[in-house]
C-alpha cells in the first residue's frame, strides 16, 4: 500500500508564496509519475502539475505555468510544489497523487493523499 500526504498549505496574500510538500510511504513510488491537482468548492478536480520518474520531465497546467514549479527528491520521499504570485484563483484544496501513466486526467492516478488547504487573500 501507498501513503501520500500533503504538507505546507496555509493562507497567503495574493503575490506571495507558498511552497506544498508530498511524503510517501509504504509500497516505494520511486517508478511513478507524481502529480499536483486542486479542488476548489463547487469545481472539478483539475490538473496542476505533473513530474515524471524517469526523466523528471515536467508538465504543467496553464493556469500555473511560469508560477508553479514542481521537484522530486528521492532522498527524502517527496515531491514539492513550489506556488509564486498566488492569485486568490488559486485557492483550493491541493491533492498529491501517483500514478503509472503521465497524463492530466485524474483517472490514471491510483494513490492520493488527503489534500491539504491553500487560501489566497486579495
Known amino acids: 500500500q501507498v501513503q501520500l500526504v500533503e504538507s505546507g498549505g496555509g493562507l497567503v496574500q495574493a503575490g506571495g508564496s507558498l511552497t506544498l510538500s508530498c511524503t510517501h510511504s509504504g509500497r516505494t513510488v520511486n517508478n511513478y509519475n507524481m502529480a499536483w491537482f486542486r479542488q476548489a468548492p463547487g469545481k472539478e478536480r483539475e490538473f496542476v502539475a505533473l513530474?515524471?520518474?524517469?526523466?523528471?520531465?515536467?508538465l504543467y497546467g496553464d493556469s500555473v505555468k511560469g508560477r508553479f514549479i514542481v521537484s522530486r527528491d528521492y532522498a527524502k520521499n517527496t515531491v514539492n510544489l513550489r506556488m509564486n504570485s498566488l492569485k486568490p484563483e488559486d485557492t483550493a484544496v491541493y491533492y498529491c497523487a501517483a500514478g503509472a501513466g503521465f497524463t492530466r486526467a485524474k483517472g490514471g492516478y491510483d494513490y492520493w493523499g488527503q489534500g491539504t488547504q491553500v487560501t489566497v487573500s486579495s
Open positions: 513530474i515524471g520518474w524517469l526523466y523528471g520531465n515536467t
